[in-house]
């Protein structure tokens, strides 16, 4: 196959897997993927799944591809605390939380880590609009502070949440104390409802 005549059909998918390939064309040979990521036409983001190189220079693509390649998931975690200004570090790897197993990749686009929580936990993200008409699914500022509360259980003295340095005025005005202990019930968890207490007290929210 002609990788111009490849190109045109899926460029606009910017992330696409080995199974869209087949619905288009069942005779593909998947030989080409591998002699197309060799040369440098296609990244391999992981196992069945790709993009186009083109896609690294533009904004966002690298968050909206850890929705793609690794469903449900949405980003959450560090990744989002930073998004939000609650927290000063620049953070690196890509984290995001799902129903699936816990894993982690590693591609040209960056570090995607993923955390596992029970099915009914998969709640409290939005779909923010990005470049392009597209959307990422990304935890709201009070589920990204849940869900690292849940998953992290060392954040169990005041010594660990002073290190965590959230943005004392974010919390003080942004953070919906409201909607935080509303989400913090449907976990029905009391070791969360504990380590959310004693975030409450040391930030004095």
């Given at each position: 196959?002609?990788?111009?005549e490849?190109?045109?059909?899926m460029f606009d998918?910017?992330?696409?897997?080995?199974y869209q390939?087949?619905a288009w064309?069942?005779?593909?040979?998947r030989?080409?993927?591998?002699?197309w990521?060799?040369?440098?036409?296609?990244?391999?983001l992981?196992?069945g799944y790709y993009a186009?190189?083109e896609y690294k220079?533009k904004?966002?693509y690298?968050l909206?591809?850890?929705?793609?390649?690794?469903?449900p998931s949405?980003?959450?975690?560090?990744?989002?605390l930073?998004f939000?200004g609650?927290?000063p570090e620049?953070?690196v790897?890509?984290?995001?939380v799902?129903s699936?197993?816990t894993?982690s990749?590693?591609n040209?686009f960056?570090?995607?880590?993923?955390?596992?929580?029970k099915?009914?936990l998969?709640?409290g993200?939005?779909?923010?609009?990005?470049?392009?008409?597209?959307?990422?699914q990304?935890?709201?500022?009070?589920?990204?502070?849940?869900?690292?509360?849940?998953?992290?259980?060392?954040y169990?003295s005041?010594?660990?949440?002073?290190?965590?340095?959230?943005?004392?005025?974010?919390?003080?005005e942004?953070l919906?104390?409201?909607l935080?202990l509303q989400l913090?019930g449907?976990?029905?968890?009391k070791a969360?409802?504990?380590?959310?207490?004693?975030?409450?007290?040391?930030?004095q929210i």
């Amino acid at each position: 196959m002609n990788f111009l005549e490849f190109k045109d059909k899926m460029f606009d998918l910017a992330c696409f897997n080995i199974y869209q390939i087949f619905a288009w064309k069942p005779d593909f040979d998947r030989n080409n993927i591998t002699r197309w990521v060799k040369k440098g036409y296609l990244v391999r983001l992981r196992q069945g799944y790709y993009a186009f190189p083109e896609y690294k220079g533009k904004p966002d693509y690298s968050l909206y591809f850890a929705n793609r390649i690794y469903k449900p998931s949405y980003i959450s975690l560090h990744t989002a605390l930073s998004f939000y200004g609650m927290i000063p570090e620049v953070v690196v790897q890509i984290t995001g939380v799902t129903s699936l197993k816990t894993t982690s990749f590693t591609n040209d686009f960056g570090a995607y880590s993923y955390h596992t929580v029970k099915e009914h936990l998969m709640f409290g993200y939005d779909l923010k609009p990005m470049a392009d008409n597209r959307t990422i699914q990304f935890a709201t500022p009070e589920k990204a502070l849940l869900d690292l509360l849940y998953l992290y259980p060392f954040y169990d003295s005041e010594q660990e949440m002073e290190e965590l340095r959230l943005d004392e005025d974010y919390l003080q005005e942004d953070l919906n104390k409201e909607l935080l202990l509303q989400l913090a019930g449907k976990f029905q968890s009391k070791a969360l409802d504990q380590r959310l207490k004693l975030l409450l007290k040391t930030y004095q929210i």
